[in-house]
């Protein structure tokens, strides 16, 4: 930027400042202010850190306010994922269902979650919002099959997820009308 | 000497190289905490001994202030599996550290740590007890090089080499740092030769870090540089040496070089209050009010642990406040500034020493 870059003038060393001493004392009262402020430590597994919105942890499938399942199984998501951690078998679903008319709904559903990296690409990518991360950063377990989280397992941890498109109820209330109801 | 004498002599001994390393492994928890609380962290705080930590308050006062850690570690360095790599010497690769160990051990037997009745306690009352300690403690650089050359390989091996350069440019500025010291109480009419337990007697009214800043200052810059401390730790140098001289140690042998360094300190330390603060006697111009009899001697003791720490956590202070020297600034410093300073110093103190003692004496 023209007019805006100031040039430092380098200054030959004073004679205290070669014997390197007041530097010195400088240098041990800042380090010594330190010793008195208060520590910044925070001691993990009893004080939680703050979690902020949007968090990109754990994974998981996620149901309407409904209870419906959201997932149609369009494997966008297992497609996207980088590390490819998902794992999908589409199924249908079956004609005496009340939501039929949805069609598709995952058979079995799987995350790696030794392979996932969180990138949040999967939530990203779904057209259906079924696939949310979810704010949990500890995950453990003692063997790799553990760590492969189906279905069921998935939707326990993500639970139901409030919002208000009830995009399939609307679509079959409209069918259900006819379009003269518009 | 009889057998009796010569086996409480032997007992002392070990009683003080017990002190010397238990202050050692004090100073390496004390280094941990320290250095966290300067960058604003807790250090060593978990660690924790069934039932022992279980006891309701105090148990939890010793583990948070990381006691336990320190026999953690202790129990690590013993337990751990000893590897030794295939291409080093193998003799003198076991041998090394324990060149390094003793020589920090050996020299506190003629310091003088508390006073019994007036008397100095001290457990060889040597008069050439200066002598003794620069002639014992910079044998440990011995055990350095031979550190860095048994590895055979580059980086102990530079490491080695920095280590001897640096102790014979600073152990010349040390000697001559301390001479004034020994000057001055070597005024006519006495006999205090290099004793340590003169200087202190001396300084019962007035410390040498006040009558001899100047001295005192360069001792303690040359103290840093032999007891390889930061801003001197040139020998060990982590960021551009890896480990320096005990790269290729582990497991006890490494933890012997830790607990050596670590007793170098204690020793610097104490020797360092010795000469100029003072010894265990209580402050400059007050007389030392330690009572008569074994009361005394332990408060005294005491008071001279008190001002060792005091100066352990300095030496710890700086550590983590300065940034590690180049090499060729260690040598400068070492022989174009230190060792001038030191001889000017030297001539300075003895015209003044000409100047106030009479001429006739
Ligand atoms: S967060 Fe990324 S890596 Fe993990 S499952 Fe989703 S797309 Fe795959
Ligand atoms: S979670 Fe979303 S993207 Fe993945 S298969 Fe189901 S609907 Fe498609």
């Known amino acids: ?182 | 000497m009889n057998l009796i004498e010569l086996l409480i002599t032997a007992a002392c001994g070990l009683g003080a190289a017990i002190a010397i390393m238990s202050m050692a492994g004090l100073s390496v928890l004390a280094e941990r905490k320290v250095c966290g609380a300067l960058q604003g962290r807790l250090g060593p705080n978990r660690t924790t001994i069934p039932l022992l930590g279980d006891i309701p308050i105090l148990g939890r006062m010793i583990t948070r202030i990381g006691i336990f850690q320190l026999v953690a570690d202790a129990a690590k360095f013993v337990f751990k599996e000893e590897t030794i790599p295939g291409h080093v010497k193998k003799f003198y690769y076991h041998l090394a550290p324990i060149v390094v160990l003793i020589p920090a051990l050996v020299p506190i037997s003629v310091l003088p740590f508390g006073s019994l009745d007036g008397e100095p306690m001290i457990l060889a009352n040597v008069d050439i007890g200066m002598l003794v300690i620069l002639a014992v403690s910079s044998l440990g650089v011995y055990g350095t090089v031979l550190a860095g050359w048994a590895a055979n390989s580059k980086y102990p091996f530079l490491g080695g080499v920095r280590a001897s350069a640096q102790m014979i440019s600073y152990e010349l500025a040390m000697g001559l740092a301390i001479l004034p010291v020994f000057l001055w109480i070597n005024q006519p009419g006495s006999d205090a030769a290099l004793s340590l337990s003169s200087v202190v007697s001396f300084q019962e009214t007035h410390w040498f870090v006040y009558l001899q800043p100047f001295t005192a200052l360069l001792f303690l810059i040359c103290l840093f540089a032999e007891t390889n401390r930061a801003p001197f730790d040139m020998a060990e140098s982590e960021t551009d040496l890896v480990g320096g001289f005990h790269t290729e140690y582990g497991a006890f042998k490494f933890g012997m070089f830790f607990i050596g360094e670590y007793a170098h300190i204690v020793f610097g330390s104490a020797l360092f209050v010795t000469l100029f603060l003072g010894g265990f006697n209580f402050l400059p111009m007050f007389a030392s009010p330690w009572p008569a009899g074994v009361v005394g001697a332990v408060l005294s003791t005491l008071w001279f642990v008190v001002k060792v720490s005091g100066l352990i956590f300095f030496f710890i202070w700086i550590r983590w406040t300065l940034p590690r020297f180049r090499y060729d600034q260690v040598m400068t410093l070492g022989w174009k500034v230190l060792l001038p300073l030191s001889i000017v110093n030297l001539l300075v103190v003895m015209f003044i020493l000409m100047a106030i003692t009479p001429v006739n004496a």
């Open chain 1, 1 to 182: 930027m023209p007019g805006k870059s100031k040039v430092m003038e380098r200054k030959p060393l004073t004679w205290a400042e070669k014997t390197y001493l007041p530097q010195v004392i400088g240098g041990l009262g800042v380090t010594f202010k330190n010793l008195m402020r208060k520590k910044v430590t925070m001691e993990y597994p009893e004080v939680k850190p703050p979690i902020p919105d949007r968090y990109r942890g754990q994974p998981a499938l996620v149901k309407d306010p409904d209870g419906r399942e959201k997932c149609v199984s369009c494997q966008l998501c297992e497609f996207v994922c980088p590390p490819k951690a998902i794992t999908i078998q589409p199924g249908s679903i079956p004609d005496e269902s009340d939501d039929i008319h949805v069609e598709k709904a995952p058979e079995e559903f799987e995350i790696d979650m030794l392979r996932c990296i969180y990138c949040g690409l999967c939530e990203e990518v779904c057209p259906e919002e079924a696939i949310f991360l979810q704010d949990i950063y500890s995950l453990n377990g003692l063997s790799r099959e553990e760590l492969k989280f189906k279905k069921a397992k998935l939707y326990e941890v993500g639970g139901i997820r409030e919002d208000s498109h009830f995009k399939w109820k609307k679509k079959k209330e409209a069918e259900q009308k006819g379009n003269a109801a518009h």
